[in-house]
């Protein structure tokens, strides 16, 4: 009787140990997500897809606000082999959401020009962006790229 009452609350010091584990790196993951996030100016870029031209020249630069959590963003679009005008830009504010379907720690952007268009880029590792659907997965187009890469300063 003594060993079982023994094993029984070993096996609550193990559990209640493991949980306690659990929380404490899910809660630094999200601290470390947030602190990748954005904080200070920084420019993602690369060349999407598009479907009448070569590619989408594509420049996001986002500037934070004082919870890094959120702030400004400019992006310039070029079609790349595309009749005049091909270049736009587009302006906005971004917030960064946590979680996806099937990925609860996703770090997403979420970037708003207009009420009702927004577009949305996981936060893959600190130097990638991946851009979303509609429905914040990841765009499955055999052979296609939709990735942006951070901008790395460069000295001369």
Not at 29 to 39: K, L, P, Q, R, W
Not at 137 to 147: D, H, L, T, V
């Given at each position: 009787m003594k060993d079982n009452i023994i094993i029984?609350?070993?096996?609550?010091?193990?559990?209640?140990?493991?949980?306690y584990l659990y929380k404490r790196e899910k809660a630094q993951?999200?601290?470390?997500?947030?602190?990748?996030?954005?904080?200070k100016t920084e420019t993602f870029e690369g060349v999407l897809p598009c479907a009448d031209?070569?590619?989408?020249?594509?420049?996001?630069n986002f500037s934070s606000n004082k919870e890094k959590t959120g702030g400004t963003f400019i992006e310039k679009s070029t079609y790349?082999?595309?009749?005049?005008?091909?270049?736009?830009?587009?302006?906005?504010?971004?917030?960064v959401v946590t979680g996806r379907n099937k990925k609860?720690?996703?770090v997403i952007y979420v970037?708003?020009?207009?009420?009702?268009?927004?577009?949305?880029?996981?936060?893959i590792d600190s130097t990638h962006l991946q851009l979303l659907d509609g429905e914040m997965?990841?765009?499955?187009?055999?052979?296609?790229?939709?990735?942006l890469t951070k901008r790395t300063a460069t000295t001369n």
């Open positions: 029984a609350i070993l096996v609550v010091v193990i559990v209640v140990g493991g949980v993951m999200s601290g470390n997500a947030e602190s990748i996030a954005m904080d031209c070569e590619g989408i020249k594509t420049e996001i790349l082999g595309a009749p005049s005008p091909s270049s736009f830009d587009k302006t906005g504010t971004w917030k609860p720690d996703a970037l708003t020009s207009k009420p009702d268009e927004a577009e949305a880029y996981e936060l997965q990841p765009i499955s187009a055999p052979g296609q790229n939709f990735i």
